[in-house]
């Protein structure tokens, strides 16, 4: 069985730093494309940072210059460093994977549980 598990959430204050790390577990063959997206109360998840398997990046508008996603792929994990964070970050972010168990296993979505991130003014 498949999970992708966060760490590295809290409470930090505004012009804060926190590092996201989400690490992929069970019987993995291959991952492809891994993400962070987060959930503010009251709104619709929303895409914050992408990587692909060959370290091409995207970013949301309102977080470019200040998060950066990386991966290790040894490892199966995918991160989010995110800097000078504001109140409007606070959110829960969820990490997310497309991987294939096995050589014949297509390709499927994986979400973690997410983890909460609270940045006070």
């Known amino acids: 069985q498949v999970q992708l598990v966060e760490s590295g959430g809290g409470l930090v204050q505004a012009g804060g730093s926190l590092r996201l790390s989400c690490a992929a577990s069970?019987?993995?063959?291959?991952?492809?494309?891994m993400g962070w997206y987060r959930q503010a109360p009251g709104k619709q998840r929303e895409l914050v940072a992408t990587?692909?398997?060959?370290?091409?990046?995207k970013y949301l508008d309102s977080v470019k210059g200040r998060f950066a996603i990386s991966r290790d792929d040894a490892k199966k994990m995918v991160y989010l460093q995110m800097n000078s964070l504001k109140p409007e970050d606070t959110a829960v972010y969820y990490c997310?994977?497309?991987?294939?168990?096995?050589?014949?296993?297509?390709?499927?979505?994986?979400w973690g549980q997410g983890t909460q991130v609270t940045v006070s003014s």
């Open positions: 997310n994977a497309y991987l294939r168990r096995t050589t014949s296993d297509y390709e499927r979505n994986y």
């Open positions: 069970g019987s993995i063959y291959s991952v492809n494309d």
């Open positions: 990587i692909t398997s060959g370290g091409s990046t």
